[in-house]
């Protein structure tokens, strides 16, 4: 590789910065990989396998999972909607397309994704309170900003035949999306979609740490009084949840891509 060239220089560049990071975080590992460190590690993964299965506490776990799923699904579906109907006026649907609206609906977005979940969840637990209906919105609006970006790529950069062919017999916009880009686009949507539920159903148990409901507000309060045979249950239940979302959606992905 020359000393002339691009990439070497932008390798250099890289190398610099990461070394700049390490050096500037000052990682104190002799300290995290002590005996007394490993020991106290050892006591709380020891405490944390003891989890609780009595009947009324797991009744509570059961009723937090379906709390925390119904927390991602419902701010999916918001979030899927609307990323929809802000990805059209975000995205050229074809050449000359003027685009109006364009600029301003994707600096929307930008702020809409640019905030955390946990961050909108703060804002909106002083108007709706605490409870999953905050943490449900926080999650719709995080979601949408994610969504309607992916989904206004997916939209200009689908193929234009079938659109092409419906302008010209002097079709609308309006129907040329709903007839020719929709039906186009759609499997990759909904890919989009079903991924983001996978990391709503993670977010959605990080949310309750704020008073966002489901099994995240559970550990944050058996946590907080150092509980840690209710905590282990919680967790196990958190595992378990991603991994039932996580595998429902890999075989819907399957399905969607036949």
């Known amino acids: 590789m020359r000393l002339s060239s691009p990439v070497?220089?932008?390798?250099?560049?890289?190398?610099?910065?990461i070394f700049l990071s390490f050096w500037s975080l000052d990682l104190q590992l002799a300290r995290v990989l002590s005996v007394e460190s490993i020991a106290r590690?050892?006591?709380?993964?020891?405490?944390?396998?003891?989890?609780?299965?009595e009947p009324v506490f797991l009744h509570k776990l059961w009723r937090a999972s379906l709390e925390t799923l119904a927390m991602s699904a419902v701010g999916t579906l918001i979030a899927t909607i609307f990323g929809v109907l802000l990805a059209v006026p975000a995205s050229r649907s074809y050449d000359g397309d003027p685009a109006r609206w364009r600029f301003p609906t994707r600096l929307l977005l930008n702020a809409?994704?640019?905030?955390?979940?946990?961050?909108?969840?703060?804002?909106?637990?002083?108007?709706?309170?605490?409870?999953?209906?905050?943490?449900?919105?926080?999650?719709?609006?995080?979601?949408?900003?994610?969504?309607?970006?992916?989904f206004a790529e997916s939209i200009e950069n689908a193929p234009q035949q079938a659109a092409v062919a419906?302008?010209?017999?002097?079709?609308?916009?309006?129907?040329?999306?709903?007839?020719?880009?929709?039906?186009?686009?759609?499997?990759?949507?909904?890919?989009?979609?079903?991924?983001?539920?996978?990391?709503?159903?993670?977010?959605?148990?990080?949310?309750?740490?704020?008073?966002?409901?489901?099994?995240g507000q559970m550990l944050s309060f058996h946590m907080g009084l150092f509980q840690m045979q209710e905590t282990s249950s919680v967790?196990?239940?958190?595992?378990?949840?991603?991994i039932l979302v996580d595998t429902l959606s890999y075989f819907a992905r399957r399905l969607l891509s036949r």
């Open 41 to 53: 590690m050892g006591k709380f993964l020891g405490e944390l396998l003891s989890p609780n299965f």
């Open 166 to 215: 419906l302008r010209v017999q002097g079709v609308g916009e309006g129907r040329v999306f709903l007839y020719a880009t929709l039906p186009t686009v759609s499997p990759q949507l909904m890919s989009y979609a079903l991924y983001r539920w996978e990391n709503n159903i993670r977010a959605a148990a990080v949310l309750g740490v704020v008073g966002g409901g489901g099994l």
């Open 8 to 17: 070497f220089w932008a390798l250099s560049g890289s190398f610099v910065l």
């Open 112 to 150: 809409l994704r640019a905030i955390p979940e946990l961050v909108w969840a703060a804002l909106l637990l002083i108007s709706a309170g605490l409870g999953p209906f905050a943490g449900t919105l926080a999650l719709a609006l995080h979601t949408t900003g994610v969504l309607g970006r992916l």
């Open 235 to 242: 967790l196990a239940a958190m595992i378990v949840l991603v």
